[in-house]
């Protein structure tokens, strides 16, 4: 399978851990973008990397959250001290950027978070 | 106000209907997307497109620039076709393309 990835695909964590998700997106996509869904609602961005670059981070991303894609590859999102406020289902997506136009995202599974 | 409209929030049909979802957007696009979200939070891409209409089986996506809207089509529905639709902008000289989405539609089809 050659789609996107996401580990875990449930986490369930008491108030005040911390908590790091994975994503690896299609190899060949240079674009990685992190959104938040909470139930009943459209997803939210978060953040999104071109290669290893960071290039822009939401308002909704507190300092509790960090996110990374050493080399460019896959990228990590952590949490510390979790609120019951983050509890949400958090989607990956990838995509490769053309020459001209828009291209197409792919999402990952998510991961849903639960925090008690 | 939103910057992405949906309409209807849910949608109930009989298997063999017409379906229609519609989009309304307020800012300016590169492009817009519409995407399928089963139970359990898989979302697909159906359509991205920046004019006129595309097709695809049973789905139709069309597009409106001058007056900022989208619809999108399920002709004769089933129900595997129950999932929530969601209508997502991007705007490719700000912020990456990344997606600015509405609120989606929740549809039902009953056999």
């Known amino acids: 399978d050659t789609g996107v990835s996401q580990d875990p695909r449930h986490k369930i964590t008491k108030r005040g851990q911390n908590v790091t998700f994975r994503c690896d997106p299609i190899?060949?996509?240079?674009?990685l973008y992190w959104y938040r869904q909470t139930l009943g609602q459209g997803p939210e961005f978060l953040t999104y990397?071109?290669?290893?670059?960071?290039?822009?981070k939401s308002r909704l991303l507190s300092d509790r959250f960090s996110a990374e894609r050493p080399k460019g590859s896959f990228s990590t999102l952590e949490i510390q001290r979790t609120e019951q406020g983050d509890s949400a289902m958090y989607l990956c997506?990838?995509?490769?950027?053309?020459?001209?136009?828009?291209?197409?995202?792919?999402f990952g599974p998510g991961t849903r978070l639960t925090v008690t | 106000k939103n910057e992405v409209e949906q309409s209807p929030q849910n949608l109930t049909a009989q298997e063999g209907e017409f379906i229609t979802i519609n989009c309304s957007y307020s800012?300016?696009?590169?492009?817009l997307h519409w995407l399928q979200q089963h139970p359990g939070g898989g979302i697909v891409s159906l359509f991205m497109?920046?004019?006129g209409k595309k097709k695809h089986g049973r789905l139709i996506a069309t597009i409106n620039i001058q007056e900022k809207h989208s619809s999108l089509h399920i002709t004769a529905s089933h129900p595997r076709d129950s999932a929530v639709y969601i209508c997502?902008?991007?705007?490719?000289?700000?912020?990456?393309?990344?997606?600015?989405f509405g609120e989606g539609t929740q549809l039902t089809v009953n056999p």
């Open positions: 800012v300016g696009i590169s492009a």
């Open positions: 190899s060949e996509h240079n674009r």
């Open positions: 997506a990838s995509s490769h950027t053309r020459l001209a136009g828009e291209s197409e995202q792919y």
């Open positions: 997502a902008v991007s705007q490719a000289e700000t912020s990456g393309s990344r997606l600015t």
């Open positions: 497109l920046s004019s």
């Open positions: 990397f071109q290669n290893e670059a960071q290039l822009e």
